[in-house]
């Protein structure tokens, strides 16, 4: 079955989705301190910052694009706790395009929604982390997975993939960052 025909996600992508790898511990408790060392990591890895103006469907994003991670035009507008959040979520993309490659990197977010799907899930599931670690557990993170989840799905054009398998896959990694949070 080609990549244009077929709906639901391979062993592959989902092992993708899954993997740790990318994912930080150790998250300060602090959302000011939390902040201060996402910004450290993402320069130590030799990354700069740049805020952007456009929005895409009218909609404000950050994004990582060459060694920049471009932030949202309303960037001054978030808390703290969310402008940590943002940042832990695009370290786990700096760390995916330092072991993909720029290019690799690129390709399977442009390309298809299955491999968009792999590279989002863990960065969500890392932001989904870091506002369970600096709310101390006042967040209900529970509100927040289930809104990614919906909001993932239309936010990455992600429809041609079975609705069934992406609600059950996403659903479960994000219960599962919430989870191993807790514990």
Same mark, same amino acid.
């Given at each position: ?7 639901? /996600?391979?062993? =592959?992508? &989902?092992?993708?989705?899954? %993997?740790?790898?990318?994912?930080? =511990?150790?998250?300060?408790? %602090?959302? !000011? ?8 990591? @993402?320069?130590? !890895? ?16 950050? @994004?990582? $694009?060459?060694?920049?991670? !471009?932030?949202?035009?309303? $960037? %001054? +507008? ?8 943002? &940042? ?5 993309? @700096? ?10 990197? *690129?390709?399977? $977010? &442009?390309?298809?929604?299955?491999g968009r799907w792999s590279l989002e899930t863990p !960065? ?13 557990? +006042?967040?209900?993170? =529970? %509100? ?5 989840? *919906?909001?993932?799905? +239309?936010?990455?054009? /992600? ?11 996403? =659903? ?7 989870? +191993?949070?807790?514990a």
């Amino acid at each position: 079955m080609s990549l244009f025909t077929r709906t639901k /996600l391979t062993r =592959t992508e &989902l092992a993708r989705g899954r %993997d740790l790898r990318y994912i930080d =511990t150790g998250i300060p408790e %602090d959302p !000011a301190e939390s902040l201060a060392e996402a910004i450290r990591r @993402i320069k130590k !890895a030799g990354w700069g910052f740049k805020t952007r103006a456009d929005t895409y469907n009218g909609r404000k994003y950050s @994004i990582t $694009w060459r060694k920049l991670v !471009a932030l949202s035009a309303n $960037w %001054d +507008k978030y808390t703290t706790i969310q402008k940590a959040s943002i &940042l832990w979520h695009e370290l786990v993309h @700096i760390r995916q395009r330092q072991h993909l490659g720029h290019s690799r990197f *690129v390709s399977r $977010w &442009l390309l298809s929604p299955f491999g968009r799907w792999s590279l989002e899930t863990p !960065a969500y599931r890392q932001s989904l982390s870091a506002y369970e670690v600096m709310s101390r557990g +006042k967040f209900h993170g =529970t %509100d927040y997975a289930d809104e990614k989840v *919906v909001s993932m799905r +239309k936010d990455y054009i /992600l429809g041609r993939i079975d609705k069934d398998q992406y609600v059950r896959e996403t =659903t479960a990694i994000f219960y599962s960052a919430r989870m +191993k949070t807790a514990a």
